[in-house]
């Protein structure tokens, strides 16, 4: 069973930066999509970013574009999403994920039903 464990959140200022790691086991498909979304209180989940393992082509989301950048190291067992220019309304859960992929385009859906193995999150808490 794969494994996905995040971490690197925290409590920030609006403004700052964090960076995310998401340490993933052995036990995932040759070839796969991993991705971030976060959950704020109230609200659903939303793709936030997803990389594929071939080649290690980004896809970002509409929710922090710009924002972010997602990267996966060259031995596929850790995802990072760096967030700069951290607001307030970010504050939220974030979790890994990851996904059976035969392309780099199955990696362009980022609905959080498109995915089937998940970690836990870590949670992101923004200050203004």
């Known amino acids: 069973v794969a494994q996905l464990v995040a971490s690197g959140g925290g409590s920030v200022h609006a403004g700052g930066s964090l960076r995310l790691s998401c340490l993933a086991s052995?036990?995932?498909?040759?070839?796969?999509?991993l991705a971030w979304f976060r959950q704020a209180p109230g609200k659903e989940r939303e793709g936030v970013a997803s990389?594929?393992?071939?080649?290690?082509?980004?896809y970002y989301g509409d929710a922090m574009k710009g924002r972010v950048t997602i990267s996966r190291d060259d031995a596929k067992t850790t995802l990072t999403l760096e967030i700069d220019n951290l607001k307030p309304e970010d504050t939220a859960m974030f979790s890994c994920?990851?996904?059976?992929?035969?392309?780099?385009?199955?990696?362009?859906?980022?609905?959080?039903?498109?995915?089937?193995?998940w970690g836990q999150g870590t949670q992101v808490t923004v200050t203004s």
């Open positions: 990389i594929y393992t071939v080649g290690g082509i980004p």
């Open positions: 994920a990851a996904k059976y992929a035969r392309s780099d385009g199955d990696c362009f859906d980022l609905r959080d039903i498109a995915y089937n193995m």
């Open positions: 052995a036990y995932l498909p040759r070839t796969y999509c």
